[in-house]
């Protein structure tokens, strides 16, 4: 037994460890396997061995500590648990022996989940559910959760998008004080605003948007004038029917965007509003935010204004239609538009073709990639794939938005501060890569500075026909950072342009809704909340979660289309992207993606990662960006929902006679 001097020793003993002990914050990233990594606060990553991952769940704040495990070889023990972001989460209702267990579908939880005879709610075996973290597993490994809610089961009709919504933490139904806002609303709402502001309700306004289009947020008009031409742009209003500070308002910064699921999408705003009394109907009149500029001849841009206004749109015509007005086609339909409808699109033609070709020459176009839209059937599962084409009427439409909104940009970067949208250009964390691919490849373009403004736009330009051993272009293409909401201006880098931001979307975006007040506040002195730092970061995320769920769904729904793909038919696509582990392929039919891994390829492969290329290693057969490929169907990686290629066939790519990196 020991005595108390042997005692206190041992306790000073403890207290010396503890106090020399060296911890390090960080970040949990998990893995496909059931190990994963602490991204420390200082910039590296500590290993993880499983028994220590069991412990934590993706995204936990934590300290860790770090041991020498064989010589040169360290791996990090979880010693505290600072914070846990990931409360709530979707997985399958499993039943084994007398445990009653969830298998999460989140990512990166790599294990199944206790759930105690309490918190189960009735839930059967195969159910998917939607859970909460009950128990963290901290001090055990042992975590538990409780049912918050059964989804459904697989194969009922709609259960992908119900367990995207879940997984995704999206709300599919309006608060109550919304839905009493919303319902508060009337046309006789519409009528009392309108006092007060301009009457356009006589000028040749329309919308051009698809048929099945309820949220019409844009209708334009044209005049010619001594210089040019007047663009008339008159966006919707919800700005004045929801109240600063409202409970619809408030929904709207929490959802950030309208996400258009395929089949059936989750609107920003309640139907109410955006569908009937902001949306730009025709025939009926609606409040509008007109941005008013002139466009010179040469499609520059002269002065502009914005006015509150009501406009009666005169028409909602689809882009079928207004392209083959454009083409010079004659139909019933066309032949019974109002003079001053076909004279006004007539000149928003000639507007158009001013604008792009401006921006051709001064900014940058971004490439017309094919489209596809996915047609569902009762079951709620893609019945076919279409091809969207792109025609004149889409292009028309989409050059008087970009100018509206660099009007937009022009405006608030006068006021000193507003809502930007900045694009860096090539990711910093390239730029070795960048420079050793055009020293290689283009060196007559290697001097130019790619982060300056006019140097990425004179490298995009003279990489647009370039020919060389490597496609250049496709290269720098898939290097590029992300676009980013901001206060301040700063160069649209993918555009070319000096600022930029929207204004043009504010049923559909938030950050649009948002220009909108800014700009009443700077011209009208109408209230507005300012957003501060946090709130901006808060709308950046809900906008990137927003876009990685409508991804999730369609990924799903493409993987489950796959299955009926015929085996062994041969299919042509093109090199989407490549990875060291094989390349994806897009196919040129439906625009399906699939992947072909280097496993199922004769030999071994190398990855280049300034050109983007395998390479064998023997007899230097390349696949590449942008290459042509015929691949069948072999399969779908349930787990991933990832569709799987099997190559046939590749068009050729001569070896290179240029430096490659090792």
Not at 22 to 29: C, I, L, Y
Not at 198 to 226: C, F, H, K
Not at 563 to 589: N, Q
Not at 595 to 604: I, M
Request: aromatic content about 6%; some cysteine.
């Amino acid at each position: 037994m020991l005595n108390a001097d042997a005692l206190n020793q041992l306790r000073q003993l403890k207290t010396d460890i503890k106090q020399n002990k060296v911890v390090f914050p960080g970040t949990v990233k998990s893995t496909n396997g059931r190990f994963g990594f602490v991204a420390l606060d200082e910039g590296r990553d500590v290993f993880l061995p499983p028994e220590e991952m069991q412990k934590v769940l993706p995204g936990d704040r934590v300290n860790v500590t770090e041991h020498e495990v064989e010589k040169g070889k360290t791996q990090g023990v979880v010693d505290e648990l600072l914070e846990s972001h990931l409360t709530t989460f979707v997985g399958r209702y499993l039943i084994k022996g007398k445990g009653h267990f969830v298998a999460p579908e989140t990512p990166g939880i790599n294990r199944w989940v206790f759930i105690p005879p309490k918190e189960r709610m009735g839930a059967q075996p195969d159910d998917f559910i939607y859970c909460q973290i009950h128990r963290h597993p901290i001090k055990d490994g042992k975590g538990q959760a409780k049912v918050l809610r059964v989804i459904g089961k697989a194969g009922e009709p709609g259960i992908e998008r119900a367990l995207t919504l879940a997984s995704f933490d999206l709300a599919d139904t309006w608060p109550e004080e919304v839905r009493n806002q919303a319902d508060a609303l009337s046309e006789e709402t519409v009528a009392t605003l309108s006092e007060g502001r301009e009457d356009r309700t006589a000028q040749p306004y329309v919308t051009i948007d698809s048929p099945g289009t309820q949220d019409m947020d844009d209708a334009l008009m044209a005049t010619p004038n001594a210089t040019g031409w007047t663009l008339s742009i008159a966006i919707a209003d919800p700005t004045t029917l929801v109240e600063p500070g409202s409970p619809a308002e408030e929904e709207a910064f929490n959802r950030a965007t309208a996400i258009y699921f395929p089949g059936e999408p989750l609107p920003m705003l309640p139907d109410t509003i955006s569908t009937r009394l902001c949306s730009l109907m025709p025939e009926v009149p609606r409040l509008a935010l007109v941005c008013d500029l002139q466009v010179n001849n040469d499609g520059s841009l002269g002065d502009y204004s914005f006015h509150q206004a009501t406009i009666r749109s005169q028409g909602k015509l689809s882009y079928e239609l207004v392209s083959h007005l454009i083409e010079g086609r004659e139909d019933d339909e066309i032949n019974a538009l109002p003079e001053a409808v076909a004279n006004s699109l007539d000149q928003l033609h000639q507007v158009a073709t001013a604008l792009r070709k401006w921006r051709s020459e001064h900014a940058l176009l971004s490439g017309d990639r094919p489209e596809f839209r996915l047609r569902l059937d009762e079951n709620k599962r893609i019945r076919v794939i279409e091809p969207a084409v792109s025609n004149e009427a889409h292009r028309l439409v989409e050059e008087c938005m970009v100018a509206a909104n660099r009007c937009a940009a022009d405006f608030l970067e006068r006021q000193g501060a507003g809502l930007f949208i900045q694009h860096p250009g090539l990711r910093d964390d390239r730029a070795d890569n960048i420079r050793k691919l055009l020293e290689g490849y283009a060196p007559h373009l290697a001097e130019l500075d790619a982060h300056s403004a006019d140097g990425f736009r004179a490298l995009m330009k003279h990489t647009d026909a370039l020919e060389a051993e490597v496609p250049v272009k496709a290269i720098l293409s898939r290097q590029l950072a992300r676009a980013e909401l901001a206060f301040e201006p700063a160069p649209h880098q993918g555009m070319g342009l000096a600022a930029y931001t929207t204004f043009t979307s504010p049923l559909r975006k938030f950050s649009d809704f948002y220009v909108h007040r800014l700009i009443k506040a700077a011209l009208w002195d109408q209230p507005t909340k300012a957003l501060n730092p946090q709130q901006l970061e808060s709308l950046q995320a809900s906008q990137i979660r927003a876009r990685m769920a409508a991804n999730t769904l369609e990924t799903w729904l493409k993987s489950d289309y796959a299955k009926g793909l015929p085996a062994e038919e041969p299919m042509v696509g093109t090199i989407t992207r490549t990875l060291p582990s094989g390349f994806f392929v897009r196919l040129d039919s439906n625009g399906l993606e699939g992947f072909v891994s280097c496993k199922d390829l004769e030999g071994k492969f190398s990855f280049d990662p300034v050109t983007l290329r395998l390479v064998h290693n023997k007899n230097g057969r390349i696949f590449q960006l942008d290459q042509r490929v015929t691949v069948c169907f072999s399969g779908v990686d349930e787990e991933r929902r990832q569709i799987n290629f099997k190559l046939q066939s590749a068009e050729e790519i001569p070896a290179s006679t240029s430096n490659e990196s090792d």
